[in-house]
């Protein structure tokens, strides 16, 4: 069997449950009630499908997983794929022999991609409560707590097969443009093509029990924006907010990071839902690809529309809004993250991309990346291992398969 050199989860995610604001989620709940009725009637199989007789089994599964620290979390995932969870021993584990093995071929790495999410909101005030001060969710500690996690996973896990490439978390409106700045060049200063050769440093001063922590500049491998936030992709209303996107935009192109940012129309939401949909709509990305069509973006899962009004057919607007940047911006992904955890989905995606010109199709399956969007999935989906179950299950080719889990992830981050 030839070994590939590396399978990539684009899309997962490493937190607890310290790091999430709840109480700006709930307070938009509260105060944009009618905007959550109207999601819940129009989006219902979301978060959960609502003929799922096991929901409260998978609550339990999910919450478990959260309660985890991050080095726990890394290893659970990995055991998963080894088997260590599954009552059928007759199906072969995804990671053996030193190696993880994917539709007959073999790779010598499996990368996870934690995206960490930037939950801050230090100016606001909940005047309701008693407690009037927002939570502080300083980045710097998130930051650290998923560094320590990732170091103490390699110490207790020397022989690994698994590297972790982080995303930072960045939503311009929470910083001036100078403390901007100041957070981009401490975090994301140098952009290695040999990714791995940062990832060797880190795996060797875990090993070597010297308890340093990731060099900063190496820290991490691209940014994660979550539009329902707050983040404005193009703010052309405000000329400060603007100058901030424009800033960021242009760092990544000189550094070469890519962006990955959330693209279907829900999500953990504490804006108003009419403005999170305007800010998440991959036609918010038009002026900045016009602007700026060098930039690396992954529209994480594929623009991906449960919104039903008056059961209306399926949207799919938003997916051909991001083909039709595939075809015409050299570095524009997309990832189909979660996705999977509804059944007719690859069927769907499979039949949609094969109705397109012969080249068109080309340009497509060099876009394409996978992602799992591990453990918010598990909302929907029993299992990490389920999720690759599904992907290796699917009727794309093992040609593009392995365009989707290892050479066009391996472009898009390096």
């Known amino acids: 069997m030839k070994l590939k050199k590396t399978f990539f989860d684009i899309h997962c995610h490493a937190m607890t449950f310290q790091h999430p604001n709840f109480l700006a989620y709930i307070n938009n709940l509260s105060r944009n009630i009618g905007d959550n009725i109207i999601s819940d009637l129009f989006s219902p199989n979301y978060v959960m499908d609502r003929a799922d007789k096991n929901k409260l089994k998978k609550i339990k599964n999910m919450i478990g997983v959260f309660e985890n620290d991050i080095s726990a979390l890394f290893k659970l995932m990995e055991d998963d794929l080894k088997g260590r969870y599954s009552e059928n021993s007759e199906i072969p584990p995804y990671i053996h022999s030193g190696a993880f093995h994917f539709r007959g071929s073999a790779y010598d790495r499996l990368v996870f991609c934690p995206l960490i999410m930037d939950f801050q909101s230090q100016n606001a005030v909940y005047s309701d409560i008693y ?11 998130a930051i650290d707590n998923i560094f320590d996690g990732i170091n103490d996973f390699y110490r207790k896990n020397p022989e690994t097969i698994i590297r972790i490439y982080p995303f930072l978390g960045v939503n311009t409106a929470n910083y001036s443009l100078s403390e901007l700045e100041e957070f981009l060049k401490k975090y994301l200063t140098v952009n290695f093509k040999n990714r791995f050769l940062k990832d060797d440093v880190v795996n060797f001063s875990a090993k070597m029990n010297l308890n340093i922590k990731p060099i900063e500049n190496l820290a991490f491998s691209g940014i994660k924006l979550y ?6 992709p193009w703010p052309d209303n405000d000329f400060q907010q603007l ?3 424009k800033f960021l935009y242009e760092y990544c192109i000189k550094h070469n990071f890519p962006i990955t940012v959330h693209c279907d129309d829900q999500g953990f939401r ?71 955890t509804v059944a007719s989905y690859l069927d769907d995606f499979y039949k949609a991309a094969n ?12 876009k394409v990346l996978f992602g799992t969007d591990f453990p918010v999935n598990l909302s929907k989906i029993e299992s990490y291992n389920e999720y690759y179950r599904r992907f290796e299950a699917c009727r794309f080719s093992d040609k593009q398969i392995n365009l989707f889990a290892s050479e ?5 981050i390096f």
């Open 131 to 141: 407690y009037k001060r927002a939570p502080r969710k300083s980045m710097k500690k």
């Open 227 to 232: 539009p329902p936030l707050g983040f404005d």
């Open 243 to 245: 100058e901030k996107v």
């Open 270 to 340: 504490t804006i108003p839902l009419k403005e999170s949909r305007l800010y998440t709509s991959p036609v918010r990305w038009e002026k900045v690809l016009i602007n700026y069509p060098e930039l690396k973006v992954n529209f994480a899962h594929f623009g991906m529309q449960y919104f039903r009004k008056h059961g209306y057919k399926k949207q799919t607007d938003w997916f051909h809004k991001i083909l039709f940047y595939m075809e015409n911006y050299p570095n524009v992904y997309a990832d189909i993250s979660f996705n999977l």
């Open 355 to 366: 109705a397109l010109p012969e080249d068109k199709i080309r340009k497509l399956e060099k």
């Open 408 to 412: 066009n992830p391996s472009r898009f």
